[in-house]
Nanobody
């Protein structure tokens, strides 16, 4: 089964930036909508951002709106999460996930909506 793998994490100081990438581990059947989630230790997985299959329509979680930017990659079913002005509260494992269909007709903030997940990448922000 195709997985969506996140990469590009690391350790930065508060105020810094990171750019995460997401790519499928194999060939996906069609163009997919993509969501980004994060999970901090001891906390539930949190919605970060999502874009539609076209890459045009985008949604953001309240805690990252204005600081993070999501974009669709030029390669098939790839994507990026640009994270600016990072704060310690952004420390988490970040995951990307895919959904085949009209994502906005579903609860795009709910992780169970997405059908393809993979390995996450650790982001650590120090104060």
């Amino acid at each position: 089964q195709v997985q969506m793998d996140a990469s590009g994490g690391g350790s930065v100081q508060a105020g810094g930036s990171l750019r995460l990438s997401c790519a499928p581990s194999g060939r996906t059947p069609s163009s997919v909508a993509m969501g980004w989630f994060r999970q901090a230790p001891g906390k539930a997985r949190e919605f970060v951002a999502a874009f539609s299959a076209s890459g045009i329509e985008k949604k953001y979680g309240d805690s990252v709106n204005g600081r993070f930017s999501i974009s669709k990659g030029s390669a098939r079913n790839t994507g990026y999460l640009q994270m600016n002005n990072l704060i310690p509260e952004d420390t988490a494992v970040y995951y990307c996930a895919a959904y085949v269909g009209q994502i906005w007709s579903r609860d795009f903030r709910d992780e169970s909506t997405y059908t393809r997940w993979g390995q996450g990448t650790q982001v650590t922000v120090s104060s």
